[in-house]
């Protein structure tokens, strides 16, 4: 058994034990087919606090909560692990084709309340499959997905005439498009769009940033402003590079609507980074977004669109600009989702976009000879149709879906093809 079979039977070793806490499982005598125990799933009894996927996810995750100086200790869990088939024709018309299964996703860490206005967070990316990239797997810090302090500066001070005041410092997620607003926790597609990561501010080694933020709530707005440093020091980053200034609004207009959901949401960035200075976002120079999120019962639709400019040179460099659209609707409710995403993406230069590594590149890599231009090209179509199985919400989830895709390069197409994949998802 390999370390992805022992991380799978530690998950279901958490649930089974959170089953039997809960009341949720046990054994009755003699009902079995061979008349020994059998093991059953049965009603909690009344006045049992929450079901099982509470007690699981909510309950047995905290480690501490008092009244003391440090009020509460959560430990924080995720992991991902996915089943892949990707197949495709390269720019000369060979086909090709690969299978992986890798761990997607293992972070670990803790988070809290202390002092009675501070919260912190410290999440490590702790599983270095990197199988991906033609390397091995192993257990190990690969990168910090958050490690900061944030302090509620309204409730502190009694001020009344904002609703909220956080102040920040520390690694954080810079949040553009709503695949990055969601969280990898909660995204319901096996990955992003590739136009959402083209967006995303993260260092070489896939690490959140460090920075320092304020954020203002009022009425239906939120503002987020945050000075971002440009440094990728994987342990303890400093203010000896670049700089990244990035803001956000968001407006709630569901009183207006009537929905359960109706969210606006405007982001940009700027990069203050010289040639010589380390930079995120893969040297993107700016970028602005435009999220709109709309649910209502069954239904969701989820919409982003954006522009930016690549900091490159030659065919990698000048402007690039992409959108996707992705409706979703429960056919079972809350158990069984259909998930469907197109997504566009162009750039004034012939290499000024790419495709996701995973899993095209991955599978073209995989053959000698294939050609699909690195992935790089001006124009990228891709469309997504999936199946999402929830056993307790977003906690634990199977996620399974099938992209269809095609790239071109100054009007020459250098790669089109399908990947499918299914994913295990838990996390608390």
Not at 372 to 380: F, K, L, M, S, T
Request: charged share 25%; with cysteine; aromatic share 14%.
């Amino acid at each position: 058994m390999g370390w992805g079979g022992i991380l799978v039977g530690m998950i279901f070793g958490w649930v089974f034990a959170g089953l039997l806490s809960a009341g949720e499982v046990g054994l009755e005598p003699g009902k079995g087919l061979d008349g020994d125990a059998e093991l059953v799933i049965r009603a909690p009894e009344e006045g049992n606090a929450g079901d099982w996927c509470e007690t699981i996810f909510q309950e047995m995750p905290v480690l501490s909560e008092g009244d003391g100086f440090v009020e509460r200790v959560k430990l924080s869990f995720l992991y991902h692990h996915q089943f892949v088939f990707a197949d495709g024709r390269d720019r000369t018309g060979r086909n090709f084709s690969d299978s992986l299964d890798e761990n997607r996703r293992f972070w670990w860490g803790l988070e809290g309340r202390f002092g009675r206005y501070f919260t912190f967070k410290a999440v490590s990316s702790f599983s270095r499959d990197l199988r991906a990239r033609g390397e091995e797997w192993g257990l190990g810090h690969e990168n910090f997905r958050g490690a900061n302090v944030v302090f509620d500066a309204g409730e502190a001070f009694g001020l009344d005439f904002v609703e909220g005041l956080e102040l920040g410092y520390g690694r954080r997620s810079i949040r553009m498009t709503d695949g990055w607003r969601r969280g990898a926790a909660r995204i319901s597609t096996v990955e992003r769009a590739d136009f959402s990561n083209k967006m995303w501010p993260n260092d070489e080694d896939g690490s959140n940033p460090l920075a320092a933020w304020v954020k203002v709530r009022e009425g239906i707005s939120t503002v987020d402003l945050a000075l971002v440093s440009t440094d990728e020091e994987s342990w303890l980053p400093e203010w000896d590079e670049g700089v990244m200034a990035f803001a956000s609004w968001e407006g709630d207009f569901s009183e207006m609507s009537g929905m359960e959901v109706t969210d606006v949401w405007l982001a940009g960035f700027y990069q203050f980074a010289q040639a010589s200075e380390e930079q995120l976002a893969n040297g993107v120079e700016w970028a602005v977004v435009g999220v709109n999120r709309l649910e209502a019962g069954r239904w969701a639709w989820h919409h982003s669109v954006g522009v930016g400019e690549n900091g490159g040179s030659g065919e990698r460099d000048g402007l690039f600009w992409g959108w996707y659209t992705q409706p979703m609707v429960w056919l079972v409710k809350e158990r069984l989702r259909l998930v469907l995403r197109y997504q566009y993406q162009g750039s004034e230069g012939k290499e000024g976009i790419r495709l996701n590594r995973r899993y095209a590149r991955v599978a073209a890599d995989s053959v000698p000879g294939i050609d699909i231009n690195g992935g790089r090209g001006d124009e990228h179509h891709s469309f997504y149709v999936g199946l999402n199985f929830s056993v307790c919400g977003e906690n634990a989830k199977v996620v399974s879906g099938v992209l269809f895709e095609s790239l071109e390069s100054d009007g020459e197409r250098v790669y089109n093809g399908w990947t499918t994949a299914v994913g295990l998802r838990v996390f608390f």
